[in-house]
């Protein structure tokens, strides 16, 4: 079966010859007439609209008392005693207390930390994440360590005093996008 291709093609040719001319109709001859009927019966309804608009404008009954106000009426206005003086004790005694609060000191630990951000084969990779860090305004440093699988670039920033310090810094390069970083103790 072949398949038939109908966009290709073409259209087939039109044969004007077939073509059987309508006789014009003798209402599309002239232009649409307008329904006269239904004109009549609209100018009626609104004659009569305003013929009961007119006979109901003076059949209001009128109000014996005048216009009935909805607001009260006003009363004259009784004079508001005069505001008493207000005297806070607080002024007065608070000057004379003291309050004293303990507040227990942190305990320094002797314990030092270090945040290791990378771990590279290349020193060049190392180089770029500390130029990194110091556009932070961090100062990191590059440590060689030799393993059983080969040497490593490590980039660390530190030591840190607390591990406050640690999250601080942390937080600031989670900032840049090095999200890779560890808090670790200080024992290099």
Same mark, same amino acid.
């Given at each position: 079966?072949?398949?038939?291709? @109908?966009?290709?093609?073409?259209?087939?040719?039109?044969?004007?010859?077939?073509?059987?001319?309508?006789?014009?109709?003798?209402?599309?001859?002239?232009?649409?007439?307008?329904?006269?009927?239904?004109?009549?019966?609209?100018?009626?309804?609104?004659?009569?609209?305003?013929?009961?608009?007119?006979?109901?404008?003076?059949?209001?009954?009128?109000?014996?008392?005048?216009?009935?106000?909805?607001?009260?009426?006003?009363?004259?206005?009784?004079?508001?005693?005069?505001?008493?003086?207000?005297?806070?004790?607080?002024?007065?005694?608070?000057?004379? @207390?003291?309050?004293?609060?303990?507040?227990?000191?942190?305990?320094?630990?002797?314990?030092?930390?270090?945040?290791?951000?990378?771990?590279?084969?290349?020193?060049?990779?190392?180089?770029?994440?500390?130029?990194?860090?110091?556009?932070?305004?961090?100062?990191?440093?590059?440590?060689?360590?030799?393993?059983?699988?080969?040497?490593?670039?490590?980039?660390?920033?530190?030591?840190?005093?607390?591990?406050?310090?640690?999250?601080?810094?942390?937080?600031?390069?989670?900032?840049?996008?090095?999200?890779?970083?560890?808090?670790?103790?200080?024992?290099?």
């Amino acid at each position: 079966m072949a398949q038939r291709d @109908y966009v290709s093609r073409g259209r087939a040719p039109q044969n004007n010859k077939n073509r059987k001319k309508k006789p014009p109709n003798k209402r599309d001859a002239g232009p649409p007439s307008v329904p006269w009927v239904k004109v009549v019966i609209v100018f009626a309804l609104l004659i009569g609209f305003g013929v009961f608009l007119w006979s109901i404008k003076d059949n209001a009954e009128p109000q014996a008392d005048g216009p009935v106000s909805v607001l009260p009426t006003p009363t004259p206005k009784e004079e508001l005693p005069e505001l008493p003086e207000e005297e806070w004790e607080y002024i007065k005694t608070l000057p004379g @207390y003291e309050v004293e609060v303990e507040v227990a000191e942190r305990e320094k630990s002797d314990k030092l930390y270090l945040l290791q951000c990378g771990s590279f084969r290349t020193r060049s990779q190392a180089e770029e994440m500390k130029a990194n860090i110091a556009f932070q305004g961090l100062e990191a440093q590059i440590r060689p360590s030799s393993g059983s699988n080969g040497d490593w670039f490590r980039v660390i920033l530190g030591p840190l005093q607390s591990k406050r310090d640690a999250e601080a810094a942390k937080h600031t390069l989670r900032k840049i996008n090095i999200t890779t970083c560890m808090i670790l103790y200080w024992n290099l």
